[in-house]
């Protein structure tokens, strides 16, 4: 493998891509450096892999080497860094005043078109907060790009040291040995875009909303939390954004990279709206140059990529995952949010079926669960269909996933993969969209 040297000035950045069976391997020779946020240790060794797109950013200029073939590999000397440095600057100050106050921090949402960059600079504050000793909260919106679990979830994580390099958020989930935060919270949404079923995603935004309460009244609020959201086409016509402003109680917009967007949320929760009682600050902030759009197949491999990090590991320490027979007696699966209306077929062309919100059925175990990602929730499962039926699967606390690679209906029984040995509890699973086929 050949290895090549770059020359980073200051405030210049490495951007690259990775093909989905190349890997690459990066170490600071000189200078500092960060991605994106998280500094490289000088004698460390950096792995990127399986369709990464990164960029290794320095402010005051560094050298690195770069072993591997990257698809796309340059330096560039505009980066949107500055506008991120004082956007935390910013955030910074009203931290250290809700501290001196003892009042909540920044609530500071993202929001932009697809692959514009929100996740990217969510990080990067974090990161940010984090190394000033902050412990700002991550609140995860995005379930097609969920970035602390696997897609389809929505989550919670308190955000108390530089989100690792290679790891990134899933990091949260599997802390290295170098140690470990508290367990991030996540619920099972079940679809990749929140229109799928606005009113289960709005509720799930309510208990997302109760957990940043309860973790504040414990931890203090003066970090604030981060919103990461997903990628919006019409933000004029969406309505899960004002729901989440207000269930998070949001005091910034950050729109990146889109002028429309800007104005048109600007005049929606800005602070010329009088009747409003409290008002929410909403900022343009440039699009990095190094944002990558991704087509439909790369987001299919990026997803098998997050559920396959689930199970063995995301960062450098592997994690092993077993198989596991669960006959279908001992199996409760719920799914929120049931088809009410007619099949596909008969409607309009172009339309997409409508799913009756929250409501919950059980789910009769047969083929169609071959792939399936289940999550594993802290509720007891009941004995009989019956109770099953009634119980309040809306906004249970996930504490797993499994992935179904069998249904044996002759033995009436599904063989999953789990990251825990032994038998599966006996407790509720939540049926999701989300498909994964483990290849070697
Ligand atoms: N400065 C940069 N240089 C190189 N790559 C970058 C840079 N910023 C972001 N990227 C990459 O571009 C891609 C899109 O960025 P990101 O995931 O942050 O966008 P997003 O707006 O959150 O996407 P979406 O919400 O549509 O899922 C990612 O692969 C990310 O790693």
Redesign the pocket.
């Known amino acids: 493998m050949s290895t090549k040297e770059w020359e980073l000035g200051p405030g210049s ?1 490495f ?3 990775v093909d989905f069976k190349k890997t690459i391997k990066v170490r600071l020779l000189s200078g500092q450096a960060e991605y ?1 946020g998280t500094e490289l240790g000088p004698e460390a060794e950096y792995q990127f892999s399986g ?5 290794i ?1 320095s402010w005051n200029g560094c050298k690195i080497s770069v072993t591997g073939e990257c698809s796309s590999a340059y330096v ?1 000397d505009e ?2 860094m500055d506008a991120y440095i004082n956007v935390h600057v910013a955030l910074q100050q009203q931290r250290a005043a809700a501290h001196v106050s003892n009042h909540s921090g920044p609530r500071v949402m ?1 929001v ?12 990067i504050l974090l990161t940010y907060a984090a190394r000033q000793g902050e412990r700002p909260l991550f609140v995860d919106l ?1 379930p ?2 969920a970035s602390v679990s696997v897609p389809g979830t929505l989550s919670v994580a308190a955000v108390s040291q530089a989100v690792d390099i290679e790891a990134g958020f899933m990091g949260l989930v599997q802390p290295s040995s170098q140690g470990a935060g508290e367990t991030p919270l996540v619920w099972q949404f079940g679809y990749e875009q929140p229109d799928a079923n606005p009113a289960l995603f709005n509720a799930l935004v309510d208990c997302a909303a109760s957990a940043v309460t309860r973790r504040q009244k414990t931890d203090g609020a003066a970090s604030g939390l981060i919103v ?4 919006f086409s019409d933000v004029a016509r969406d309505q899960t954004i004002d729901h989440a402003v207000q269930a998070l109680r949001i005091t910034a917009l950050l729109v ?1 990279g889109n002028e429309r967007m800007h104005s048109v949320l600007a005049a929606r929760f800005g602070a010329s709206d009088s009747t409003k009682s409290e008002s929410v600050t909403v900022l343009k902030i440039p699009r ?7 087509s439909p197949a790369m ?1 299919q491999q ?1 997803g098998a990529r997050a559920v396959q990090r689930y199970f063995y590991g995301a960062g450098r320490e592997r994690v092993t995952s077993f198989s596991t027979v669960v006959p279908f007696d001992d199996l409760c699966i719920l799914r929120v949010g049931v088809d009410a209306v007619a099949p596909s077929s008969t409607l309009p062309l172009g339309e997409t079926r409508k799913l009756s919100g929250t409501s919950v059925s059980p789910v009769v175990p047969d083929e169609s669960l071959a792939h399936s990602v289940l999550a594993v929730t802290s509720a007891p499962a009941p004995d009989d269909a019956e109770a099953a039926a009634n119980v309040d699967a809306v906004g249970l606390q996930v504490v797993g996933f499994v992935n179904v690679t069998k249904v044996d209906m002759e033995k009436r029984r599904l063989i999953v993969l789990s990251p825990v040995p032994g038998r599966l509890p006996k407790q509720v699973l939540l049926y999701g969209n989300t498909r994964w086929m483990e290849t070697v």
């Open positions: 950045e951007r690259f891509e994106f369709g990464e797109n990164g960029a950013f560039a980066t949107a993202i932009g078109p697809e692959d514009c960059g929100k996740t990217a600079l969510a990080r995005d097609r790009d990461d959201t997903r990628g990146v990095s140059g190094g944002a990558v759009d991704r987001r990026l």
